[in-house]
Nanobody
């Protein structure tokens, strides 16, 4: 059974930093893409960033470019989302997800971790 488990979410002041982790168990993710999504209260879930596990290629939504960094540790089978210069509008439940490289949709999802940014 493949599982993704997020951690690292908490309350932080605006301008602060957090690092979210997504531990992947059950298989190697060398042929996968890992993504981070978020869902704020009353809003639809939105894509934040993704990383190609095999070569480290990254992509970000414009609203987080220059503030967030997605990375992965192959040895630990863990993905990360480093979030700097946090803003109140970054408040959301953050989810990690994974899909096979070349796949059209994310098939594996974590349970989510709450990030709250106070002004």
């Amino acid at each position: 059974q493949v599982q993704l488990v997020e951690s690292g979410g908490r309350l932080v002041q605006a301008g602060g930093s957090l690092r979210l982790s997504c531990a992947a168990s059950g298989r190697s993710f060398s042929s996968y893409v890992m993504g981070w999504f978020r869902q704020a209260p009353g809003k639809e879930r939105e894509f934040v960033a993704r990383i190609i596990w095999s070569d480290g290629g990254t992509f970000y939504v414009n609203s987080v470019k220059g503030r967030f960094t997605i990375s992965r540790d192959n040895a630990k089978n863990t993905g990360y989302l480093q979030m700097n210069s946090l803003k109140p509008e970054d408040t959301a439940v953050y989810y990690c997800a994974a899909k096979r490289s070349g796949g059209s949709s994310y098939e594996l999802w974590g349970q989510g971790t709450q990030v709250t940014v106070s002004s």
